[in-house]
């Protein structure tokens, strides 16, 4: 029983990490450039897909794909940003989030079109294909890395923010834009740093999930809803929340499938549902004026 | 007689015609047309109930399909019992529609625009899921099929059976032309003064005496409603519905739809849905990836043309006051 | 005392901040009150206190001797209360006559009906027309209210207040941002509103023409608290409130000498700027010069634009004409980071440290960005002129009291190794012993080589450190010469720096 509880914990876990990674994206882009990005989940989408690109062009190298899937994210995300977000910003919220709608739409079929409707796979790199017995149960090496680089990003990211200047500029930026230009800070250019890592952040989700998650062009919209329900969670541009908003789905699913299957779907929405009536600006989240 | 005053006359009479042109159709046309006509006529209802909410007040849902699937899947299912006739299937479909609309409302005006935005389409794929996952009532991923139109009667005075798609299309057009006028008048009641006064500025409504939440509660259950309606009015007419009526692509059709004509005029929507049909009939003869074509669309529109093409015309044309968008100095 | 609305020990903090710090206030049916006071002393946020957009923290507030502590700005409304607000908010996108048929719906408990049509409503619109013949907007009433001019603006502003018949009228600044012909007008229609009408009026205002020539009552405030509560006749008489306006007496003996340094060449040189906050005109060709090494104060009380020059000069709020020229380069419209660049610090009046950088965070963010690299400013030489901060590197900035945040807000700037450093009332809210620190500090970082120019309410505290002033009245300056000469102009204190 307790077996049970523990390991289907750990498979929760490791699905969450997926989650955290495009919510903390999504949620650093929102607490910097004030901006709801809704194409983040197509750039989860765009860097397994071009992940998955890759490691079948480059003779199924895992590890290739991993590191330029994202990569050329990045620079999709850095294209957004300076040829189209900047453009939007001095304009009513609506328009910002109808723009990044409107790229929604545009990946999904460009994916299509590239790649076609189907559901594509790539196997699990020899290393960490395979099983460790886990309180007598197989549990697949592959969400072991999964949970240490998804637990790696937010040591990482929690360094990046704390202890480096880039950091120091960025959590300046997102508390007071003004007084950081008056300091000297390049807010334009520092907006599009942020973005450009949120989208790289969301892309490495995509590309590690490539060996464990069918790939298809609906990926995007699954991960963004679930995106929605963690930082609503959690409190939108909160990394804090992110995490635990992430931790907390990914657990109510590993254990909802188990107990009860039947309401598997409705248990993140109640949570939600719970979250804005209790605490209206999430876990961790400040009101907004 | 003033400038104004023929304006008005010149409406009304334009009005009038498209009104008898719709009721000549089935006369005329072969079914294509008919088809064409209706499907223009649900996505207009379907776009003004959206409007409701995006134009007038503000608030941008990605989440509408919610509601159209929801009244057309209660209708349908009202239908298949075969007791219930289809004036009043239509009837408790759209009302199912607006009770949903109150009780996912409730959590989403509470917040600023993003959270709702953000709210509308998480809630609007929470449908999604139920209908896709609730087989035994739905019908999963096959939805629902062989609907009938069933018939409309007094019983003992006249019984009208459906199935003929020239009677289901004078059915359809009556009451989709009766939901455009609903909204219409609302739009000029006294209340769409209020939800206008809400889009340029809630706070000083607030002051003005007047509970925005609760006034923004009510106005989302509305939009539910007609969205409901013009789902209900769906169902009978294709004979199915499909898990697709709740996904969020269908929640970007009235967005297109408002976008392309007009947000801020009340007949953007209207032209906006004969464009967006007509564009796609087009355009899915020579691609099937239409959506890409329809997101370069809005991102023009968003960049360049935030009036919409009713608001263009206005503003080029007629040289009228036309605002451009919500807060834009 | 029969009251229309009053205020008990009400209460309402901003994280440690003490903005409203327990007024007691009772306004009788009846005639106009104002409430003054200097920036940061509590008015806006007991406004909104009493009109519901804020809840307080502690005590009580009656309306008809009903409590109405937690009740929504709408319930307020209904039962009679209105306000107008300090910067413009009113519909800009509808009519002018749509913008009052608002709270007249509202009012008649009309604003719910969906099935009638807003155009048979005959009496709602004579009603709303009534209201703009009222503050003479009715010619304009078929434009967009965003069209209107600023003056305009303020007026239908008030219109929209008036419309629901309130009992007690609540006016935020009214003539904030107007041209002084818009204000004769808007000062004219108030007079005559209190004249006719049997509502109550209650004025939060900087302009003491405005004061003096509607109010029968003055209410001053001070750090959150009432300081005085009486005719106007006696508030101009208070000690207390001339100190309040024209700085402490805590600065001991006057100097007998301006810190005089060595002067050179003109650094900065602002030709006829103008700026706007949207439509409202703040700034009306206002000129002003600092030479090199010189210390220069801008003068004036609280609204007259002070800020708003230092954030034209910031690049913030960039001017929309004139020049603005340092060491003869051109920089009006450029950004900020780039005039920061160029060796311009501002130091804002609330300080804004960011609150979730530490001290150590918060003083080294210029040095990164900005690689002007003459090292004449390092974390040891803010520390030696601050040496309270010693003690608080690892402290994040929102647990820093308020006389921390300022030395903290002025090392920051000293970081980013300016010519030129702008200070925006560097001795707003601090007390007599930072105060004090802070006159030191200042005459060692002149000594260091930088130019100072500063925007303060505190006559006194300006005399201690500048070489010249500038008085700023309603957005232009009013007058211009050395600071010492100022100080013994008595005349021209009164006209614009006493109450």
Redesign the interface.
């Given at each position: 029983m307790v077996g049970t509880l523990v390991y289907q914990g750990l498979v929760g876990l490791s699905e969450a990490m997926y989650l955290w990674l495009v919510a903390a994206g999504l949620s650093l882009i929102f607490g910097v450039l004030r901006v709801l990005n809704f194409a983040h989940g197509s750039l989860y989408m765009l860097g397994a897909y071009l992940a998955f690109y890759f490691i079948r062009a480059l003779g199924g190298n895992f590890w290739v794909g991993l590191l330029l899937g994202p990569v050329v994210v990045a620079s999709v995300g850095w294209a957004l940003e300076f040829f189209f977000l900047r453009r939007v910003y001095q304009l009513d919220v609506a328009f910002q989030l109808l723009l990044t709608f409107a790229f929604v739409l545009i990946f999904d079929d460009l994916v299509k079109l590239v790649w076609g409707p189907l559901y594509q796979s790539v196997s699990t790199p020899p290393v960490l294909s395979g099983a460790v017995l886990f309180m007598g149960r197989p549990y697949p090496v592959y969400n072991l890395f999964i949970l240490t680089v998804g637990s790696l990003v937010g040591l990482g990211l929690w360094l990046l923010l704390e202890r480096t200047?880039w950091g120091?500029?960025v959590?300046?930026a997102?508390?007071?834009r003004?007084?950081?230009?008056?300091?000297?800070?390049?807010?334009p250019r520092l907006y599009t740093g942020v973005f450009i890592f949120g989208a790289w952040l969301a892309a490495l989700g995509g590309a590690l999930s490539v060996p464990v998650h069918t790939i298809s062009p609906g990926m995007g919209e699954s991960i963004i809803i679930e995106a929605f329900l963690v930082v609503v969670i959690g409190g939108l541009g909160s990394l804090k929340g992110a995490f635990l908003g992430a931790v907390l789905i990914g657990l109510l699913h590993a254990y909802g499938i188990m107990y009860l299957p039947m309401f598997e779907l409705a248990l993140a929405y109640i949570g939600m549902a719970i979250v804005l009536i209790i605490r209206p600006w999430g876990m961790f989240g400040v009101r907004e004026a | 007689m003033d400038a104004s005053a023929s304006g008005k006359l010149w409406l009304r009479v334009f009005v009038v015609g498209i009104v008898l042109v719709l009721l000549a159709v089935p006369q005329v046309a072969g079914r294509f047309w008919q088809y064409l006509t209706l499907n223009i006529l649900l996505l207009s209802l379907f776009s003004l109930s959206f409007n409701l909410l995006f134009g007038m007040t503000g608030l941008l849902s990605f989440g509408h399909a919610a509601f159209y699937a929801t009244g057309a899947y209660a209708t349908a299912l009202f239908l298949r019992t075969g007791m219930v006739p289809l004036l009043p299937s239509v009837i408790m479909g759209t009302v199912a529609a607006a009770l949903l609309a109150a009780l996912i409302g409730f959590f989403c005006v509470r917040h600023t625009h993003v959270y709702f935005a953000m709210l509308t389409l998480a809630f609007g794929m929470m449908v999604y899921a139920i209908v896709w996952k609730w087989t035994p009532v739905t019908g999963g991923d096959d939805g629902l099929v062989g609907i009938p139109r069933g018939s409309l009667s007094i019983p003992g005075l006249f019984t009208i059976q459906m199935g003929p798609l020239a009677h289901y299309y004078y059915f359809l057009t009556i009451l989709a032309l009766l939901g455009m006028y609903a909204l219409y008048?609302?739009s000029?009641?006294?209340?769409?003064?209020?939800l206008?006064?809400m889009?340029?500025?809630a706070?000083?409504?607030?002051?003005?005496?007047?509970?925005?939440r609760r006034?923004l509660w009510?106005t989302f259950t509305?939009a539910g409603l007609f969205a409901g309606l013009a789902g209900s009015l769906m169902a009978p007419l294709e004979s199915t519905v499909a898990p697709a009526s709740a996904h969020w692509a269908k929640s970007a059709e009235p967005v297109m739809a408002s976008l392309i004509g007009g947000p801020f005029v009340f007949a953007g929507p209207i032209v906006g849905s004969l464009i967006y049909i007509g564009l796609k009939e087009v355009i899915v003869r020579f691609t099937q990836y239409w959506l890409l074509i329809f997101g370069a669309v809005l991102l023009i529109l968003v960049l360049g043309f935030r009036g919409g093409v009713v608001g263009f015309l206005l503003r080029r044309v007629a040289r009228a006051?036309v605002?451009l968008s919500?807060a834009e100095? | 005392m029969e009251a229309l609305l009053r205020a008990e020990g009400v209460k309402k903090a901003f994280g440690k901040f003490m903005a409203v710090d327990g007024v007691d206030l009772i306004i009788p049916p009846g005639g106009v009150t104002a409430v003054i006071g200097p920036n940061g002393a509590g008015k806006t946020t007991l406004i909104n206190l009493l009109?519901g957009r804020l809840i307080p923290d502690g005590g009580r507030i009656t309306f008809h001797e009903q409590d109405i502590t937690t009740l929504?700005?709408?319930e307020r409304?209904?039962r009679g209360m209105g306000?107008s607000?300090q910067l413009v908010?009113?519909?800009?996108?509808?009519t002018v006559h749509?913008n009052v048929?608002?709270?007249v719906?509202?009012?008649r408990r009309?604003?719910?009906?969906?099935?009638?049509?807003?155009?048979g409503?005959s009496d709602?619109h004579a009603r709303a027309n009534a209201v703009l013949e009222q503050v003479g907007l009715l010619p304009r009433a078929h434009l967009?209210a965003g069209q209107l001019s600023h003056g305009d603006q303020r007026l239908l502003e008030i219109a929209?207040?008036l419309s629901?018949d309130p009992h007690l009228l609540i006016l935020d600044e009214p003539t904030a941002g107007m041209n002084p012909r818009e204000r004769v007008q808007v000062l004219e229609q108030i007079r005559r509103l209190a004249g006719e009408r049997e509502a109550t009026f209650l004025l939060v205002e900087h302009d003491m023409d405005v004061v003096f020539s509607l109010a029968q009552r003055i209410v001053v405030m001070h750090q959150g608290l009432v300081l005085a509560d009486g005719m106007p006749e006696a508030i101009q008489q208070d000690s207390q409130v001339r100190n309040v306006y024209l700085g402490e007496a805590v600065l001991g003996e006057a100097r007998t000498s301006t810190l005089a340094g060595p002067v050179s060449d003109v650094i900065l040189d602002v030709r006829q700027v103008n700026t706007y906050y949207?439509l409202s005109h703040v700034l009306h060709d206002v000129s002003l010069f600092v030479r090199r090494g010189e210390v220069v104060a801008i003068l004036g009380r609280n609204g007259v634009g002070k800020t708003t020059t230092l954030r034209s000069i910031?690049?913030?709020t960039p001017p929309k004409g004139g020049s603005i020229q340092l060491r003869g380069q051109e920089v009006a419209g450029r950004?900020?980071?780039a005039i920061?660049?160029l060796g311009v610090?501002?130091v804002?009046d609330d300080t804004?440290i960011?609150?979730?950088?530490t001290t150590l965070?918060n003083l080294?963010?210029?040095t990164?960005?900005?690689r002007r690299g003459n090292g004449r400013w390092n974390i040891e030489k803010v520390e030696a002129i601050f040496p309270p901060l010693r003690d608080l590197k690892h402290r994040k900035g929102r647990f820093l009291s308020g006389g921390e945040k300022k030395m903290l807000a002025i090392g920051?700037?000293l970081m980013?190794d300016p010519e030129v450093l702008l200070l925006d009332e560097p001795s707003e809210n601090l007390s007599p012993l930072i105060v004090r620190m802070l006159l030191d500090a200042l005459e060692r970082i002149r000594k260091g080589g930088v130019t100072i120019l500063l925007a303060d309410q505190n006559l006194k505290f300006a005399r201690e450190v500048a070489d010249r002033a500038y008085i700023l009245e309603k957005g232009a300056i009013a007058y211009e010469g050395a600071m010492a000469e100022l100080w013994r102009d008595e005349e021209v204190v009164k006209k614009y720096l006493a109450v």
């Amino acid at each position: 029983m307790v077996g049970t509880l523990v390991y289907q914990g750990l498979v929760g876990l490791s699905e969450a990490m997926y989650l955290w990674l495009v919510a903390a994206g999504l949620s650093l882009i929102f607490g910097v450039l004030r901006v709801l990005n809704f194409a983040h989940g197509s750039l989860y989408m765009l860097g397994a897909y071009l992940a998955f690109y890759f490691i079948r062009a480059l003779g199924g190298n895992f590890w290739v794909g991993l590191l330029l899937g994202p990569v050329v994210v990045a620079s999709v995300g850095w294209a957004l940003e300076f040829f189209f977000l900047r453009r939007v910003y001095q304009l009513d919220v609506a328009f910002q989030l109808l723009l990044t709608f409107a790229f929604v739409l545009i990946f999904d079929d460009l994916v299509k079109l590239v790649w076609g409707p189907l559901y594509q796979s790539v196997s699990t790199p020899p290393v960490l294909s395979g099983a460790v017995l886990f309180m007598g149960r197989p549990y697949p090496v592959y969400n072991l890395f999964i949970l240490t680089v998804g637990s790696l990003v937010g040591l990482g990211l929690w360094l990046l923010l704390e202890r480096t200047p880039w950091g120091t500029l960025v959590r300046a930026a997102a508390s007071d834009r003004e007084m950081a230009s008056a300091l000297g800070v390049r807010v334009p250019r520092l907006y599009t740093g942020v973005f450009i890592f949120g989208a790289w952040l969301a892309a490495l989700g995509g590309a590690l999930s490539v060996p464990v998650h069918t790939i298809s062009p609906g990926m995007g919209e699954s991960i963004i809803i679930e995106a929605f329900l963690v930082v609503v969670i959690g409190g939108l541009g909160s990394l804090k929340g992110a995490f635990l908003g992430a931790v907390l789905i990914g657990l109510l699913h590993a254990y909802g499938i188990m107990y009860l299957p039947m309401f598997e779907l409705a248990l993140a929405y109640i949570g939600m549902a719970i979250v804005l009536i209790i605490r209206p600006w999430g876990m961790f989240g400040v009101r907004e004026a | 007689m003033d400038a104004s005053a023929s304006g008005k006359l010149w409406l009304r009479v334009f009005v009038v015609g498209i009104v008898l042109v719709l009721l000549a159709v089935p006369q005329v046309a072969g079914r294509f047309w008919q088809y064409l006509t209706l499907n223009i006529l649900l996505l207009s209802l379907f776009s003004l109930s959206f409007n409701l909410l995006f134009g007038m007040t503000g608030l941008l849902s990605f989440g509408h399909a919610a509601f159209y699937a929801t009244g057309a899947y209660a209708t349908a299912l009202f239908l298949r019992t075969g007791m219930v006739p289809l004036l009043p299937s239509v009837i408790m479909g759209t009302v199912a529609a607006a009770l949903l609309a109150a009780l996912i409302g409730f959590f989403c005006v509470r917040h600023t625009h993003v959270y709702f935005a953000m709210l509308t389409l998480a809630f609007g794929m929470m449908v999604y899921a139920i209908v896709w996952k609730w087989t035994p009532v739905t019908g999963g991923d096959d939805g629902l099929v062989g609907i009938p139109r069933g018939s409309l009667s007094i019983p003992g005075l006249f019984t009208i059976q459906m199935g003929p798609l020239a009677h289901y299309y004078y059915f359809l057009t009556i009451l989709a032309l009766l939901g455009m006028y609903a909204l219409y008048r609302i739009s000029r009641s006294p209340f769409g003064l209020i939800l206008n006064g809400m889009r340029e500025n809630a706070g000083r409504v607030e002051f003005a005496g007047i509970s925005a939440r609760r006034y923004l509660w009510w106005t989302f259950t509305i939009a539910g409603l007609f969205a409901g309606l013009a789902g209900s009015l769906m169902a009978p007419l294709e004979s199915t519905v499909a898990p697709a009526s709740a996904h969020w692509a269908k929640s970007a059709e009235p967005v297109m739809a408002s976008l392309i004509g007009g947000p801020f005029v009340f007949a953007g929507p209207i032209v906006g849905s004969l464009i967006y049909i007509g564009l796609k009939e087009v355009i899915v003869r020579f691609t099937q990836y239409w959506l890409l074509i329809f997101g370069a669309v809005l991102l023009i529109l968003v960049l360049g043309f935030r009036g919409g093409v009713v608001g263009f015309l206005l503003r080029r044309v007629a040289r009228a006051n036309v605002p451009l968008s919500p807060a834009e100095e | 005392m029969e009251a229309l609305l009053r205020a008990e020990g009400v209460k309402k903090a901003f994280g440690k901040f003490m903005a409203v710090d327990g007024v007691d206030l009772i306004i009788p049916p009846g005639g106009v009150t104002a409430v003054i006071g200097p920036n940061g002393a509590g008015k806006t946020t007991l406004i909104n206190l009493l009109t519901g957009r804020l809840i307080p923290d502690g005590g009580r507030i009656t309306f008809h001797e009903q409590d109405i502590t937690t009740l929504s700005p709408s319930e307020r409304v209904r039962r009679g209360m209105g306000r107008s607000f300090q910067l413009v908010n009113i519909f800009s996108r509808l009519t002018v006559h749509e913008n009052v048929v608002i709270p007249v719906l509202a009012h008649r408990r009309l604003a719910g009906d969906m099935f009638r049509s807003l155009d048979g409503l005959s009496d709602v619109h004579a009603r709303a027309n009534a209201v703009l013949e009222q503050v003479g907007l009715l010619p304009r009433a078929h434009l967009l209210a965003g069209q209107l001019s600023h003056g305009d603006q303020r007026l239908l502003e008030i219109a929209l207040a008036l419309s629901t018949d309130p009992h007690l009228l609540i006016l935020d600044e009214p003539t904030a941002g107007m041209n002084p012909r818009e204000r004769v007008q808007v000062l004219e229609q108030i007079r005559r509103l209190a004249g006719e009408r049997e509502a109550t009026f209650l004025l939060v205002e900087h302009d003491m023409d405005v004061v003096f020539s509607l109010a029968q009552r003055i209410v001053v405030m001070h750090q959150g608290l009432v300081l005085a509560d009486g005719m106007p006749e006696a508030i101009q008489q208070d000690s207390q409130v001339r100190n309040v306006y024209l700085g402490e007496a805590v600065l001991g003996e006057a100097r007998t000498s301006t810190l005089a340094g060595p002067v050179s060449d003109v650094i900065l040189d602002v030709r006829q700027v103008n700026t706007y906050y949207g439509l409202s005109h703040v700034l009306h060709d206002v000129s002003l010069f600092v030479r090199r090494g010189e210390v220069v104060a801008i003068l004036g009380r609280n609204g007259v634009g002070k800020t708003t020059t230092l954030r034209s000069i910031m690049g913030l709020t960039p001017p929309k004409g004139g020049s603005i020229q340092l060491r003869g380069q051109e920089v009006a419209g450029r950004p900020a980071y780039a005039i920061a660049s160029l060796g311009v610090s501002y130091v804002p009046d609330d300080t804004r440290i960011f609150p979730d950088l530490t001290t150590l965070e918060n003083l080294r963010l210029p040095t990164q960005v900005l690689r002007r690299g003459n090292g004449r400013w390092n974390i040891e030489k803010v520390e030696a002129i601050f040496p309270p901060l010693r003690d608080l590197k690892h402290r994040k900035g929102r647990f820093l009291s308020g006389g921390e945040k300022k030395m903290l807000a002025i090392g920051r700037a000293l970081m980013a190794d300016p010519e030129v450093l702008l200070l925006d009332e560097p001795s707003e809210n601090l007390s007599p012993l930072i105060v004090r620190m802070l006159l030191d500090a200042l005459e060692r970082i002149r000594k260091g080589g930088v130019t100072i120019l500063l925007a303060d309410q505190n006559l006194k505290f300006a005399r201690e450190v500048a070489d010249r002033a500038y008085i700023l009245e309603k957005g232009a300056i009013a007058y211009e010469g050395a600071m010492a000469e100022l100080w013994r102009d008595e005349e021209v204190v009164k006209k614009y720096l006493a109450v």
